[in-house]
């Protein structure tokens, strides 16, 4: 397993953004796909955005798409959520996620998931 740690969450007004960062613990970062995913209170965990291991592939939700873009730094181990227009809808704990492949990261086969970090945005 990979050891996930989140950070860049925070309190944000609608329209505004942040940036996300999930630092890998292992140097095996090239290995794994990587995915960012979401929980509100009261909701299930969704899927917001999966990158494959050589970043060539993304996924990302209907409800996120044109607003967040999801990006890996191999050389840093890093794995980023930039989030703009942000909405009111969008808070919740976000959690970096890494899987063996991309496709089964999809379905949610996730190998190690992060501390989750919380993101609020007050309309």
């Known amino acids: 397993q990979v050891q996930l740690v989140e950070s860049g969450g925070g309190v944000v007004q609608a329209g505004g953004s942040l940036r996300l960062s999930c630092a890998t613990s292992?140097?095996?970062?090239?290995?794994?796909?990587m995915g960012w995913f979401r929980q509100a209170p009261g909701k299930e965990r969704e899927s917001v955005a999966v990158?494959?291991?050589?970043?060539?592939?993304?996924y990302y939700a209907d409800s996120v798409k044109g607003r967040f873009t999801i990006s890996r730094d191999s050389a840093e181990d890093t794995v980023f959520l930039q989030m703009n227009s942000l909405k009111p809808e969008d808070t919740a704990v976000y959690y970096c996620?890494?899987?063996?492949?991309?496709?089964?990261?999809?379905?949610?086969?996730?190998?190690?998931w992060g501390q989750g970090t919380q993101v609020t945005v007050s309309s």
């Open positions: 996620a890494a899987g063996l492949r991309y496709s089964t990261l999809l379905d949610g086969e996730v190998d190690s």
């Open positions: 990158i494959s291991r050589g970043g060539s592939q993304t």
């Open positions: 292992t140097r095996s970062f090239a290995g794994y796909a």
